[in-house]
């Protein structure tokens, strides 16, 4: 079972993503779609997908938040074709941060906007071995910038299975940046690969709640673990929602969820729904009370 998994939050068009992101991938699928009704958002669509073999969660629960690059998607390609391929169909009614173009790091490399705002970076990865197709990747900016390396120590102390790989830190002319900052790194939390930068250049943007990390938890003792630890902003507790200390959202969520949420009795769901909006820490004893009723 994956353990961490990307959730994008959408307008409207959750479904409409999902199925483009799903048309870019080999070995990708529909897990489920549930929507749930009288929530603060009035009805919702959540939409559970598998692109290249990985799991994300798409939702659609109105215009409150918007995607920002300081989380984007690194795609590893095997071919300088298959770059040139998901690009295009990436930079359609989208917009280059970077264009598609030659780099030190990369023959073919670029970073781009797709229409729905999220970011993806295409790369071409030469003779590197790929071993997850996927790789969400953390910028961090503005008041958060030199801050890469703390926050990458912390969550591998958090997460079983974890490990820092290799840290690339900016030289000493890469002015605004500052040499110990780190420039690019792998890094493993619960088999699973990350990556992560500082950037000193005045972006407009950081971290913010469109896009989060589902973190799967078997106990409650699991989930009481988690909450403590990574909790830093009281007020943005809400649903099994928290922020931790560098403004990056998590969702710390019992996996008996999945079977709750994919349950065709719209009963069952109803009373799950009114539950766990009542909650802001997740309880699995009062959800399955509600389930069970």
Request: glycine share 6%; net charge negative; charged share 25%.
């Amino acid at each position: 079972m994956q353990k961490i998994i990307p959730h994008l939050w959408f307008d409207k068009a959750a479904d409409e993503a999902a199925k483009f992101y799903m048309s870019l991938f080999e070995g990708s699928k529909l897990n489920n779609k549930t929507s749930l009704h009288n929530t603060p958002s009035g009805s919702v669509d959540m939409i559970t997908v598998e692109l290249a073999g990985q799991e994300f969660m798409l939702l659609s629960a109105g215009p409150f938040f918007k995607f920002t690059p300081a989380v984007s998607f690194l795609i590893a390609c095997s071919s300088v074709e298959e770059v040139e391929g998901i690009w295009g169909k990436l930079i359609e009614n989208g917009a280059a941060l970077m264009p598609l173009e030659v780099y030190p790091f990369s023959e073919k490399y670029g970073w781009v906007i797709d229409k729905y705002g999220l970011s993806w970076q295409v790369m071409y990865m030469r003779d590197f071995e790929i071993k997850q197709k996927i790789t969400p990747t953390l910028m961090f900016v503005g008041d958060q910038c030199g801050n890469a390396e703390e926050a990458i120590r912390f969550y591998t102390t958090l997460f079983e299975h974890s490990r820092i790989g290799e840290i690339l830190r900016y030289g000493e002319n890469a002015a605004p940046n500052k040499s110990n900052m780190i420039q690019h790194v792998d890094f493993i939390l619960e088999n699973q690969v990350f990556a992560a930068m500082d950037s000193a250049y005045e972006h407009g943007f950081t971290f913010n709640e469109a896009i989060s990390f589902i973190v799967k938890c078997d106990t409650q003792k699991e989930i009481d673990d988690y909450w403590d630890k990574l909790s830093a902003f009281p007020s943005a507790e809400q649903c099994g929602w928290l922020k931790d200390r560098f403004g990056l959202s998590w969702q710390i969520v019992p996996s008996i969820m999945d079977e709750m949420m994919q349950d065709k009795n719209a009963e069952k769901l109803a009373r799950v729904t009114e539950a766990f909006l009542q909650m802001k820490k997740f309880d699995i004893e009062l959800l399955i009370k509600a389930y069970e009723k």
